[in-house]
Structures are given as structure tokens and as C-alpha cells.
């Protein structure tokens, strides 16, 4: 192909996007399938639009509005969302690898098994999102608001949500494996069944937090709130629990094998079936424990 046929391709190419971002800003056309990649959206009004299925493969899509959009197996790999507003958006199955949300709202959005590897989440609202299913490996999500969201079966391995608000998040079957939690903010979350294996929780609220059967195996959990929390059939072999809260936790069943338990609070905890050898309980405070088996 000549030089000239490739530059007027090109042309019409670029031609071509411009049209159709102005027509999907102007009003709520359908641009199932399109190919934008690459196209300034920047500020555009896309509300409610059909973009299922669309290339926005690098798009400049920074303060858009893509409220209720259609986003279904969108191609936004690359694409910078900054500050976008997609409240309530269906962005199920979409790919937004390496993709830059910062400050974006996604509250009620639809992220049902969406790839978000590699992007940038910082300062992003999932407040009641669905994410069940998606990959957010490695992702950076610190301090971000995601109380009350759907992360059922969520793939979070190697994740930091330090400081990250999870409310009320279910996390049922959660993939958190060296995830970072410092500081989390998790009363009332769901994570019966999760892989936290390797997990940073220092400092993490984990009042009333469901556990059952979650395993936490060698997680640091020093420092941290468990009052009430039920960690029936948990596995917390080897587990860091310095001077944490366990006040009136469920313990039921547990395996506290070779745990770390110095300085920790105990009150009123029930510890029926629970296993406890070789676990340092010094300075162990266990005033009113239920069943305390011999350590």
C-alpha cells in the first residue's frame, strides 16, 4: 500500500471518529460495536447510550458522561476515565486493563466480571457496585469506597485496599491472597469462604465481620477489631493476632495452631473445638472465654 492510500485512510479514519463522537455527545445514539479508539470524548454527554461491544481502546473519555450507559464487553483498555460519571453503567464483561478511573463515580455501576488488571482506581466510588467476578489483581484501590458492593468470587490477589472502605462488602469466595487491607475499614463484610493466605489486616475494623471458613493462614491481623466477629471453622494457623480484639468472637472450630495470640483479647469468646496448641497466649486475656481448651 502507497504511502498516499495510507495517509488518506488514515484521514478517513480519524474523520470518521470525530463524526461519531459528535453524534454520540449530541444525542443517545447507538454505536454498538464502533470503532473510537483513541477518540477525545473528553466532556461528552454519552448518558444512556448503546456502547456495548464499542473500541475506545485509549480514548480520552476524562469528566464524560456515561450515566446508565451501555458498556457491555467494551473495549476501554488504556482509556482515561478520570472523573467520569458511570453511575449505574452496565460495563459487564468489559475491558478496561490498564485503564485510568481515577476520581471516577462507578456507584451501582455493573462490573460483572470485568478486567480491571493494571488500572488505576484511585479515589474511585463502587459504593453498592457489582463486581462479582471480575480481576483486580494487583489493583491499586486505596481508599477507595466500596461499602455495600457485590466482590462475590472477586479476584483481588496482591490488591491494596489500605484504607479502603468495605462496609458491608460481600466478599463471599474472594480471591484476597497477599492482598493489602492495613487500616480497612470492614464492619459487617461477608468474607465466608474467602483466601485471605498472606494478607496484610494490621489495623483493620473487622467488627462484626463474617468469617466462617475463611482461610487466613499466616495473615497479619495485629492490632486488629474482631469484636463480635464469627470465625467459625476459620484456619488461622500461624496468624498474627498481637494485641487484637476478639471480644465475644465466635472461635468455634477453629485452628489457632502455633497462632500469635500475645497481649490479645479474648473476653467472653467462644472457644468450643477450638485448636490452640502451640499457640502463645501470653498476657492472653480470657476472662469469661466459652470451652477454652488447653493451648
Given at each position: ?126 459504593w453498592e457496585a457489582n463486581l462479582r ?163
Open positions: 500500500m502507497s504511502h498516499i492510500k495510507s495517509v488518506k485512510m488514515e484521514k478517513t479514519k480519524q474523520a470518521l471518529n470525530e463524526e461519531q463522537g459528535k453524534q454520540a455527545a449530541e444525542s443517545e445514539v447507538n454505536l454498538s460495536g464502533a470503532d473510537l479508539a483513541g477518540a477525545n470524548l473528553s466532556g461528552a454527554d454519552l448518558a444512556g447510550a448503546n456502547l456495548s461491544k464499542i473500541n475506545l481502546r485509549g480514548a480520552n473519555l476524562r469528566e464524560a458522561n456515561l450515566q446508565e450507559a451501555d458498556l457491555w464487553e467494551a473495549d476501554l483498555r488504556e482509556a482515561d476515565l478520570r472523573e467520569a460519571d458511570l453511575r449505574e453503567a452496565d460495563l459487564r464483561e468489559a475491558d478496561l486493563y490498564g485503564a485510568n478511573l481515577g476520581g471516577a463515580d462507578l456507584s451501582k455501576a455493573d462490573l460483572r466480571g470485568a478486567n480491571l488488571t493494571q488500572a488505576n482506581l484511585s479515589g474511585v466510588n463502587l467476578g471480575a480481576d483486580l489483581r494487583g489493583v491499586n484501590l486505596i481508599g477507595v469506597t466500596l461499602s455495600e458492593a457485590n466482590l462475590r468470587e472477586v479476584n483481588l490477589r496482591g490488591a491494596n485496599l489500605s484504607g479502603a472502605d468495605l462496609r458491608w462488602a460481600r466478599l463471599n469466595d474472594a480471591d484476597l491472597r497477599e492482598a493489602d487491607l492495613r487500616e480497612a475499614y470492614l464492619v459487617g463484610a461477608n468474607l465466608i469462604g474467602a483466601d485471605l493466605t498472606g494478607a496484610n489486616l494490621y489495623g483493620a475494623n473487622l467488627v462484626w465481620v463474617d468469617l466462617v471458613r475463611a482461610d487466613l493462614v499466616e495473615v497479619n491481623l495485629s492490632g486488629v477489631n474482631l469484636y463480635r466477629a464469627n470465625l467459625a471453622g476459620a484456619d488461622l494457623r500461624r496468624v498474627n493476632l498481637v494485641g487484637a480484639n476478639l471480644s465475644e468472637a465466635k472461635l468455634s472450630e477453629v485452628s489457632l495452631n502455633e497462632a500469635n495470640l500475645v497481649g490479645a483479647n479474648l473476653t467472653g469468646a467462644d472457644l468450643t473445638g477450638a485448636d490452640l496448641s502451640g499457640a502463645d497466649l501470653t498476657g492472653t486475656d480470657l476472662t469469661g472465654a466459652k470451652a477454652l481448651p488447653a493451648a
